[in-house]
């Protein structure tokens, strides 16, 4: 069994940054592959970026490509989204979710576990 806690969301304005934190418990931790998602309001949960356990091979959505990093720290069991030049459309519930096959995967039904989210909200 593995246990994700996020957390770093809070509120900022348009322009600015935040760096998120997902803890892993679990001792194959550096076996997962790691990803986060957002769901906005009214709408789909929508992929964010995602990192395979074995090299830093990293995905990303169209939306964030160039703004958000994703990395991981094994050692930490830690894998962190840093989110440079907020928008107002970025505001959602990010969640982080790990998957045992070790891949980067996109897709949100591909992941096996899933932590409880995190609130970012970017003002105008």
């Known amino acids: 069994q593995v246990q994700l806690v996020e957390s770093g969301g809070g509120l900022v304005q348009a322009g600015g940054s935040l760096r998120l934190s997902c803890a892993a418990s679990?001792?194959?931790?550096?076996?997962?592959?790691m990803g986060w998602f957002r769901q906005a309001p009214g709408k789909e949960r929508e992929f964010v970026a995602a990192?395979?356990?074995?090299?830093?091979?990293?995905a990303y959505g169209d939306s964030v490509k160039g703004r958000f990093t994703i990395s991981r720290d094994n050692a930490k069991n830690t894998v962190y989204l840093q989110m440079n030049s907020l928008k107002p459309e970025d505001t959602a519930v990010y969640y982080c979710?790990?998957?045992?096959?070790?891949?980067?995967?996109?897709?949100?039904?591909?992941?096996?576990?899933w932590g409880q989210g995190t609130q970012v909200t970017v003002s105008s």
């Open positions: 979710a790990a998957n045992i096959r070790g891949r980067a995967y996109s897709t949100s039904g591909l992941y096996d576990y």
């Open positions: 679990g001792r194959t931790f550096s076996s997962y592959g």
């Open positions: 990192i395979r356990w074995s090299d830093p091979k990293t």
